[in-house]
């Protein structure tokens, strides 16, 4: 077994650093429709909608950076092209959504994929003793929990 210069199995990393390049992908996606559900939101709850969307897609940009320093510290490459994270993300472009319901039922559904995602890769972290991933996924999980129940609540 190769340890790499963090003391992690350089082949357990290597598959880690893969999914954590799909869940960059799917992270990436996912903000820039957020960013556009906040430029685009009409009706009676545009206001509370507008803050909750800025909030979350400044969430995201901040998890984005977090994933790609993870992948980098691995010891691998973060993807960067969109024209990539539109082949590998299972969240798909969302255009000119106006509607205030739907772009949230877009957001409760987007979170749990990647809560899926996120527990994927924490089983994968914890085989390989991966403290580091898996505290970041654990981390997500929780807080992406909590703003699925929030968001369902105003759905309801």
Do not use: C
């Not at 206001?47 to 969307?53: Q, T």
């Not at 969430?59 to 980098?72: F, G, Q, S």
């Amino acid at each position: 077994m190769s340890l790499s210069i963090i003391g992690l199995d350089q082949k357990k990393s290597e598959t880690i650093a893969k999914d954590l390049n799909e869940l960059l992908a799917n992270y990436q996606i996912f903000y820039m429709n957020v960013r556009g559900y906040h430029w685009n939101i009409k009706g009676e709850k545009f206001f509370e909608l507008h803050l909750k969307f800025e909030e979350l897609y400044n969430d995201l940009l901040l998890k984005v950076d977090e994933v790609a320093e993870r992948i980098l510290t691995l010891g691998y490459q973060p993807e960067h092209a969109y024209s990539v994270y539109t082949q590998h993300s299972e969240i798909t472009e969302k255009l000119n959504i106006t509607d205030g319901k739907q772009a949230v039922g877009d957001i409760v559904a987007s979170l749990a994929l990647l809560i899926k995602k996120q527990r994927a890769i924490l089983s994968l972290a914890a085989d390989a003793e991966d403290e580091g991933s898996s505290s970041l996924m654990s981390d997500y999980i929780k807080e992406q929990e909590k703003l699925i129940w929030m968001y369902s609540a105003f759905l309801a």
